[in-house]
């Protein structure tokens, strides 16, 4: 239970960190860009990976829907959608994804939607709402669905793959649609040194790392409580902004930040049983400790 809690909290801090890094590669072209980074990232992760192993037809449809809704598609629709809202209205949509994944969950729990609510509630107050105009709205909307279907595909796949598994193919299959579909539409450019540090940055830190941390997070305590730690990807941008001089501390960010955290124990509450319980028999320890 800790162990897959720190997991996650790391993943999200690390994909929320990770926005001033992404922000280096403006102008430059979005899919040949994350072709490079995923291919970058799978490559890392077959080092990591003992064995890969192969997926069925059964795992194909999840895989696909991990590569076009969570990773490719989601990180085009938030591009997009920044152009018609205001970054803190984007991220105040997407602060309701925790909400989603507790709803959407098998086995879900009362304090897991309690805690993604309270969760949802100090994002908004972090970001400070914002504004939008045009799509704008279907935009955001349509990106936090992208955000909630990379963890919901993921359930089931991962838990017959593994997370290496899941977490290396996704990286293939979307370096690969992402190279087609870049080559007709946007073409290929060499990035400059600004540009091949981020793409080296995002490829090995925040895929093959964060996306690992993330997936045995979900694997072990369930969509609906790894889902309230998505809240903290702002609070740790905000942290990273902080640091790099870029906005300063206020005391309605410091609320939104402390209301995240609130959320997060109260959706991670009582989780051990059920946690325990959607682990295969193969992977419990010998030992059982006593329950947090």
């Known amino acids: 239970m800790k162990l897959a809690v720190a997991a996650g909290a790391t993943a999200a801090t690390i994909v929320g960190a990770s926005v001033p890094i992404t922000g280096m590669l403006e102008g430059y072209p979005v899919l040949t860009g994350q072709a490079m980074r995923y291919a970058l990232g799978a490559a890392v992760l077959l080092l990591v990976a003992r064995r890969l192993p192969m997926p069925s037809w059964r795992d194909i449809p999840p895989l696909l829907g991990i590569v076009a809704s969570g990773m490719l598609g989601f990180n085009a629709l938030l591009i997009a959608a920044q152009q018609y809202a205001e970054p803190g209205f984007v991220a105040a949509v997407m602060g309701s994804s925790p909400i989603v994944l507790a709803l959407l969950a098998r086995n879900r729990s009362l ?81 400059d040194a600004r540009q091949s540090f981020a793409l080296v940055t995002l490829a090995v830190v925040v895929t093959a790392l964060a996306f690992g941390l993330w997936y045995f997070a979900v694997n072990r305590l369930g969509s609906d409580r790894a889902g309230v730690l998505i809240g903290l990807m702002p609070v740790a941008g905000l942290t990273t902004s902080v640091l790099l001089g870029a906005q300063e501390l206020s005391l309605v960010s410091t609320a939104g930040a402390v209301t995240v955290a609130l959320g997060c124990v109260i959706g991670l509450r009582r989780g051990s049983t059920k946690a325990a319980a959607d682990i295969p028999s193969s992977e419990r320890p010998l030992a059982t400790a006593p329950a947090t």
């Open 111 to 191: 304090a897991a939607v309690v805690g993604a609510v309270v969760v949802a509630a100090g994002v908004v107050v972090l970001s400070g709402g914002g504004a939008w105009h045009g799509p704008g709205l279907v935009l955001a909307l349509l990106t936090m669905v992208g955000e909630v279907c990379f963890t919901l595909f993921a359930v089931g796949v991962v838990k017959r793959m593994g997370v290496l598994g899941v977490a290396t193919w996704t990286c293939l299959l979307a370096a690969a649609i992402g190279a087609v579909l870049g080559t007709f539409i946007e073409g290929w450019r060499m990035p």
